[in-house]
């Protein structure tokens, strides 16, 4: 086991998994360590980064032309993240069979790169693209050579890389850059993931409250649960007497109603936790008063 991680909180969080019956919630936490920054970080305070409004995407063209041309160089680096060991080993729970489900914040694509099934992305995934017109539906590698082409000789340079795919910029370089639109009908083209100040489909906010309800156990990985978006499943867990497993660096705003909490980097522990769970096979389900 890694030096400074506690055995008997892995063996508490190995008998919670080991009964199965769990549903994964993870946030943005689980990809720090592919690359890809967060929002707060470990001590919980807001980077200096700040997301992208809905409204101001919207609403306002100089906010978006400054927005796609952050997103332009960012895509690059986030297309070339790669599955950290977390979400290998959230595969490799899948793959004993100790799932339900598994939900994600991230709108990164790396849990399915690791080889994850049937993971529903609540805020959706930047891999694809949506017209605001006409609803056409494009993918961002299609996009991002068009935008090169539109902006041949374009030259900016990246201050810092910011979370959920884009960059900073000096504003002088953001104003030289063209955005295009939609090929069908000319319209606004937009990430297909939900912005801040967007809500979430209605769909899929109720088919995760439905994952959540027949869970055994909720298992949150690498979300401070600050936004409400996530939030909202730990407390209907919390209401519905279904334990909740928190596994963060940092503090969260889940902790008060959480069975155990874990401060500790996902890819160690969710490394030794799959080490666990292949050396002992899992039991059956069990109460989890009694597992603890």
């Known amino acids: 086991m890694e030096p400074g991680l506690d055995a008997a909180t892995v063996d508490a969080l190995a008998r919670l998994v080991a009964g199965g019956g769990v549903v994964v919630l993870s946030g943005a ?24 409004q809905y409204k101001d995407f919207v ?16 895509w690059r680096h986030l297309a070339s993240a790669r599955p950290n060991e977390g ?13 339900d489900g598994i939900v994600t914040q991230n709108v990164d694509g ?24 006409c609803g056409a539906l494009s993918t961002r590698a299609e996009l ?16 810092a890389v910011n979370p959920d795919g884009d960059v900073d910029l000096a504003e002088a370089d953001a104003r030289d850059f063209q955005p295009v639109g939609c090929r069908s009908c000319g319209g606004l083209l937009k990430p297909d993931v939900v912005f801040f100040g967007e809500s979430v ?21 690498g979300s401070s649960l600050t936004v409400m978006s996530g939030r909202r499943f730990v407390l209907r867990a919390a209401a519905q007497g279904i334990p909740v497993a928190i596994v963060n660096q940092g503090v969260t705003r ?39």
């Open 59 to 74: 609403g306002d063209p100089v906010a978006r032309q400054r927005y796609w041309a952050r997103s332009y160089l960012g």
């Open 29 to 52: 936490g689980l990809s720090t360590e592919s690359g890809i920054p967060d929002y707060r970080g470990p001590t919980g305070q807001q980077r200096r980064a700040t997301p992208m």
């Open 110 to 133: 790396l849990h399915q790169a690791a080889g994850a099934r049937d993971v529903v992305e609540l805020h959706g995934n930047l891999t694809q693209v949506v017209c605001l017109g």
């Open 87 to 99: 979400h290998v080993a959230v595969v490799r729970l899948q793959g004993l069979g100790l799932l």
């Open 254 to 292: 889940g902790d008060d109603v959480a069975s155990l909490a874990v401060d500790a980097p996902l890819g160690t522990v969710l490394p030794e936790l799959v080490r666990r769970l292949r050396l002992e096979p899992a039991a059956p389900a069990r109460p989890v008063s009694e597992s603890l």
């Open 201 to 221: 489909p209605a769909d899929r906010v109720a088919a995760v409250f439905d994952l959540v309800a027949a869970a055994r156990v909720l298992l949150v990985l």
């Open 144 to 159: 991002d050579a068009r935008l090169g082409a539109a902006n041949d000789g374009w030259v900016a340079r990246v201050l």
